[in-house]
């Protein structure tokens, strides 16, 4: 179900916590798979699950809550911009809007040609960075500008 390269990322985290309580590591388990697969099916849900010892529903439960985890197939890069009050006060929704017209979409919406998914984010934890916007849940872009998204899209076309 997943390659050896994340059972052994797994194992690393799994690593991280007494030997009883190896379900803690559920967060990065589910990151990891998601990294590899793209999203995160049921299956690799279950997956995830048996390989941690722990009911499926618990590892539902974590990544229904949390909206770092794709349940569904998105585009090549999930652009998440910050819309909470600080970001929405410091052009958060400007922002979004710009998104919005440079790729054609809206929220929740992927683009044609599958490259681009625009979602709309809570608190990324740098309010004093707004706005801000999240690539691939991973590379965090602030203070943006309409230019600097013109030459984000861009990087992210090539």
Known sequence: MLSPESLKKIDHEIAKYPIDKKQSAVMSALAIAQDEKGWLANETMNFVAKYLGMPPIAVYEVATFYNMYNLEPLGEYKITVCTNLPCALSGGNDVANYVKKKLSIGFNQTTADGKFTLKEGECMGACGDAPVLLVNNKRMCSF????????????LSK
């Not at 943006?144 to 990087?155: A, G, R, S, V, Y």
Request: hydrophobic share 40%; proline share 0%; aromatic share 0%.
């Open 144 to 155: 943006m500008t309409n230019d600097m998204i013109d030459q984000l899209l861009e990087e």
